[in-house]
């Protein structure tokens, strides 16, 4: 698929800055029904409940409305223009934060956080979030540091910095280079706040997450291959063998 001219413009800010707001990336029926389908698997039985969030994993196993939204073509093609075509899923999961919850450390995420030194060039990794609702700074929105992900140094965790904050109504998507410094801030209102997170590594990486055995996730070749499932085919000199 060849981007759009808004797309190009999101690879090229996640490039730049480190990140992307996708606005209204849902919008309408589409985004209402997810959100509808997270609070149901937020109260479920797979559901896991840590004592700041809420968190559920493989959200690919429970609906095919998940599955569709891997699938989106719009997406793909910004993850292949920053990641390489055949890009691996490394977690999926829905993340809901409490009223209350602490402002986090400053981070990076995998695979950064685990390299002995961070190291710069390609992207390796991204994380998207997907806001269900709305992303303020009064509940804790995501804060980020533009150009971070351009550093070889760890942030300190407590350390004061001038940031920048995902500020996002329901159904817009924050792309996030996995090398951007980045924290949940204090959920200071009185409502969870409600995201699904999307995390992809180039296809040389290890994901966080195994393959999962075959299921009506794995209904196209191309999801058979971003799950782990299916490797790509193999070439040599660029001719398939």
Known sequence: MTLSESTTSLVADVQKQGFAIWPGFLQGERCDEIRRLAKHLAGGEHANRYPKSTRVWDLYRHGEEFVDLLADPELTAVLNELLGKNHLLSDYSLN?????????????DYPY???????TGAVLGLQCVLALDSFRSSNGATQLVPESHTRTDRPDP????EHVVF?????????????????????????????????????????MSDPPEPGPWGRTDALRMLLGMQRPPETINGVAI
């Open 96 to 108: 809901v934060v409490q009223p209350g919850q602490p402002v986090d450390g400053w981070h990076i």
């Open 113 to 119: 956080n685990e390299m002995p030194a961070p190291v």
């Open 158 to 161: 407590e350390a004061v910095i």
């Open 167 to 207: 500020d996002g109504e329901p159904g817009a998507l924050l792309i996030m280079a996995a090398a951007t410094w980045h924290r949940s801030g204090f959920n200071a209102s009185t409502a969870p706040r409600s995201a699904v997170l999307m995390s992809f590594v180039e296809r040389w990486v290890r994901p």
